[in-house]
């Protein structure tokens, strides 16, 4: 069995007139065959285009998908209640915030979008500074376009609860975990003051608790826009981001950073 991995696809910000993201990512999948695609979040900032682009690549290949914060953000739309995107995008047959995904006997897909709980922020920053999201005369954009009516910390015990009893579901299965956050430290922003903070925003290192717990194989995520994987006791960590037009290095052809970008698992 061969999965393709990749997330923040962006489909709105790398717009392409003459070559559109979801042929060149069309193309890729016909010539690679993999038997499932997973998307770790992040397609665009408006669900009813995410959705509008699940529908066409889960024609090509069944499409597993968990939403990032930007496919739950409000700016394009006038859907103010966050929970009201969330659902939304649940209705779509393969979001694994719905059900997981079972392989086969021995494999199975779980998973969520995941939160933050600012544990990756450096110790130096109070919770309330944190909550504000603004430092260095920036701000964290889901301030202003998440509404989920509830604290960061809430809502990130929401999410790992419902993580959990997924992957509790299926615990005698090697589990493939996929999150829009990250799971572990080694894939935060190091090195920079500002991040010192924004890492804040990136995920938690709770989610290690359920790595562990679970034996968890494959932990899939997104939204650093890195491409990198780490391998640390039994679990093969991925982050597979394409990322903006403006990071791109050398090609600027969204087939070729979708070639570069997508990572397959061999299972
Ligand atoms: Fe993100």
Known sequence: MKAA?????????????????????????????????????????????????????????PTLFVPGNHDLWNIENQQQDT??????????QHNLCTQNYIINDEWVVCGECGWYDYSFADREFPIELIQEGSYMQRKWKDKDYIKWGKKDAEIFEIFYSK?????????????????????HKEFT???????????????????????????????????????KELEEKGTRYICACLNYTNEWEGSISPYDQIKQTIKYINI
Not at 32 to 45: C, F, K, V, Y
Not at 163 to 183: A, G, S
């Open 5 to 61: 991995v990749i997330s923040d696809i962006h489909i709105d910000i790398n717009h392409n007139e003459k070559e559109p993201v979801i042929d060149s990512l069309r193309k890729v999948l016909v010539q690679d065959m993999p038997e499932i695609l997973i998307i770790a979040g992040d397609i665009s900032n408006d669900y009813q285009k995410t959705l509008e682009f699940l529908k066409q690549t889960d024609r090509t290949v």
């Open 83 to 92: 929970w009201k995107i969330y659902n939304a995008l649940g209705n779509y």
């Open 163 to 183: 993580l959990e009893k997924k992957m509790n579901e299926v615990k005698d299965k090697k589990i493939i975990m996929v999150t829009h956050m990250l799971t």
């Open 189 to 227: 922003v190091r090195d920079h003051p500002m991040w010192k903070f924004f890492n804040a925003f990136l995920g938690s290192s709770r989610y290690g608790e359920l790595i562990k717990k679970y034996d968890v194989k494959y932990s899939i995520m997104g939204h650093v826009h890195y491409r």
